[in-house]
């Protein structure tokens, strides 16, 4: 049948760009017509160039067209990150663990880019930032500790003096969201 066809086209790795944005669109319908030339728009201030904002346009369609996720939450994520100083390079990859540790929800994926784009841009990990994670469900220190093989207690006087950097907390979401890991495919497990 056709939805079957559509469904194999769409699953092949050889699908076009064409045959991308009109799952999009379906998925999508009216939203996606209308967001899409302001989101282009927003992401060519956000990064200076017209091209890398349709690169991030591309990458946003695909990401929310394969999750859960609305265009316009993946959006403001991407937005919120990038807006703390997330390396544009690295938001994609980032928001892709940072969704599998919501497990396929929108609300903790917001509130996980948020504490993510905080903890970025301080540069490293404040109990405030920890509470944050743990209210979402994750909770960094676990990881890092099993990584280190410090204490709780040690890796929370580490963290209070400001020693527990931004990279150790990336370092967990690669941990958490990695084969083996507690958050591995956490957005297709959510979605089912």
């Known amino acids: 049948n056709m939805a079957q066809q559509m469904a194999t086209q769409y699953a092949s790795s050889s699908a076009s760009a064409v045959t991308k944005a009109g799952v999009s669109r379906l998925k999508y319908g009216a939203e996606y017509e209308m967001s899409i030339e302001n989101l282009t728009a927003s992401f060519t201030t956000l990064l200076g160039s017209a091209d890398a904002a349709q690169q991030k346009m591309q990458e946003l369609s695909d990401y929310a067209a394969a999750t859960p996720f609305s265009l316009s939450g993946v959006e403001k994520k991407k937005k919120t990150m990038l807006a703390f100083q997330v390396p544009a390079e690295e938001v994609q990859d980032d928001l892709k663990m940072l969704g599998d540790i919501s497990l396929g929800s929108e609300t903790k994926l917001s509130g ?61 979401f690669v941990d958490a969201t990695s084969e083996g890991g507690q958050f591995y495919n956490g957005t297709e497990q959510g979605a089912e």
């Open 112 to 172: 996980l880019a948020l504490v993510f784009g905080q903890v970025s841009s301080a540069g490293k990990l404040s109990g405030q930032d920890l509470m944050q994670f743990i209210n979402q469900g994750f909770n960094p220190l676990n990881y890092i500790a099993q990584r280190t093989g410090e204490s709780m207690t040690d890796l929370r006087d580490r963290m209070s003096e400001g020693k527990v950097s931004v990279d150790e907390v990336k370092q967990a």
